[in-house]
C-alpha cells in the first residue's frame, strides 16, 4: 500500500510543478508538501496538503484537498490554498469551490476567497483580481506581525531570521519580491526602522542605531 503513496515536497526557496494522474496540476511553493494515493486516483481525487499551493483541476469527479484547518471541495476550477501555523486561507480564480472547517461552510466563487479566524470562515471580494501574488514571486502583508513576514523570508531565502519578541510583534504592512534577497530585507525593514545584519545564511534584525 505505501508504494502507491506519491509524497510530493517543495523545499526552503524552492518550488515545484506537478501533474497529477488525471491532468489536473499544482504548483508547490516553498515548504510545502502534498500527499495522495496514485492508485486510488481514478475513483478518488483526494490529497493531503501542508504549506501552500495553487490548483488547476481538470474536470471530472470531487476532488479534494484536505489541511488539518478544513477542506476544500471542487469539481474543475483553479484555486489556491494557504494553510500553515499563522492561518487557513483560500482563493478561488476561476469555477466555484467549497470550503470547510468543522461546522463552517463557504462558497467561493472567481475573485472571492476566505479565511479561518476564530473557527470562523469568512468571506471576502478580492481587489487584486485573478492573479495568485507568490506565483507573481510577490508577498503582500496587511497588518501582519514580522514574526510572520520573516517565516515567509525564510522560506522563499533558505535563510534563518532572528530578532527580539519585541520587534516580532510589531505589525507590518507592505510587499517583498522573492527575487533578491537584500531588496526583500529593505523593503521590509526600511519603513519599519530596523536594520538587518546578514551573516551568511543568518540574519538577525535590529532595531536602527538612530532608535
Same mark, same amino acid.
Given at each position: 500500500?505505501?508504494?502507491?503513496?506519491?509524497?510530493?515536497?517543495?523545499?526552503?526557496?524552492? *518550488?515545484?510543478?506537478?501533474?497529477?494522474?488525471?491532468?489536473?496540476?499544482?504548483?508547490?511553493?516553498?515548504?510545502?508538501?502534498? *500527499?495522495?494515493?496514485? #492508485?486510488?486516483?481514478?475513483?478518488?481525487?483526494?490529497?493531503?496538503?501542508?504549506?501552500?499551493?495553487?490548483?488547476?483541476?481538470?474536470?471530472?469527479?470531487?476532488?479534494?484537498?484536505?489541511?488539518?484547518?478544513?477542506?476544500?471541495?471542487?469539481?474543475?476550477?483553479?484555486?489556491?490554498?494557504?494553510? *500553515?501555523?499563522?492561518?487557513?486561507?483560500?482563493?478561488?480564480?476561476?469555477?466555484?469551490?467549497?470550503?470547510?472547517?468543522?461546522?463552517? #461552510?463557504?462558497?467561493?466563487?472567481?475573485?472571492?476567497?476566505?479565511?479561518?479566524?476564530?473557527?470562523?470562515?469568512? #468571506?471576502?471580494?478580492?481587489?487584486?483580481?485573478?492573479?495568485?501574488?507568490?506565483?507573481? #514571486?510577490?508577498?503582500?502583508?496587511?497588518?501582519?506581525?514580522?514574526?510572520?513576514?520573516?517565516?515567509?523570508?525564510?522560506?522563499?531565502?533558505?535563510?534563518?531570521?532572528? &530578532?527580539?519578541?519585541?520587534?516580532?510583534? *510589531?505589525?507590518?504592512?507592505?510587499?517583498?519580491?522573492?527575487?533578491?534577497?537584500?531588496?526583500?530585507?529593505?523593503?521590509?525593514?526600511?519603513? &519599519?526602522?530596523?536594520?538587518?545584519?546578514?551573516?551568511?545564511?543568518?540574519?538577525?534584525?535590529?532595531?536602527?542605531?538612530?532608535?
Amino acid at each position: 500500500l505505501l508504494d502507491n503513496n506519491e509524497n510530493i515536497y517543495a523545499g526552503p526557496a524552492e *518550488r515545484i510543478a506537478h501533474v497529477l494522474p488525471d491532468e489536473s496540476k499544482i504548483q508547490l511553493n516553498a515548504d510545502s508538501k502534498i *500527499r495522495y494515493n496514485k #492508485k486510488a486516483w481514478a475513483s478518488e481525487r483526494t490529497l493531503s496538503l501542508v504549506g501552500e499551493a495553487y490548483f488547476e483541476v481538470e474536470k471530472g469527479q470531487k476532488f479534494i484537498v484536505k489541511t488539518k484547518s478544513g477542506d476544500v471541495t471542487v469539481l474543475g476550477t483553479s484555486f489556491n490554498v494557504y494553510n *500553515r501555523e499563522d492561518g487557513f486561507r483560500v482563493q478561488c480564480t476561476s469555477g466555484k469551490v467549497q470550503v470547510t472547517s468543522g461546522d463552517a #461552510k463557504v462558497i467561493l466563487t472567481p475573485d472571492s476567497g476566505t479565511s479561518l479566524i476564530n473557527g470562523q470562515l469568512y #468571506k471576502e471580494e478580492l481587489k487584486q483580481g485573478k492573479d495568485i501574488d507568490w506565483l507573481n #514571486k510577490i508577498y503582500r502583508f496587511d497588518a501582519i506581525p514580522l514574526k510572520v513576514v520573516f517565516e515567509s523570508v525564510q522560506r522563499q531565502f533558505d535563510v534563518k531570521v532572528t &530578532m527580539t519578541e519585541e520587534i516580532s510583534k *510589531r505589525l507590518y504592512t507592505g510587499t517583498f519580491e522573492a527575487t533578491d534577497l537584500n531588496k526583500a530585507l529593505n523593503s521590509i525593514c526600511f519603513p &519599519m526602522e530596523l536594520s538587518p545584519i546578514v551573516q551568511g545564511n543568518k540574519i538577525r534584525i535590529e532595531l536602527d542605531a538612530d532608535n
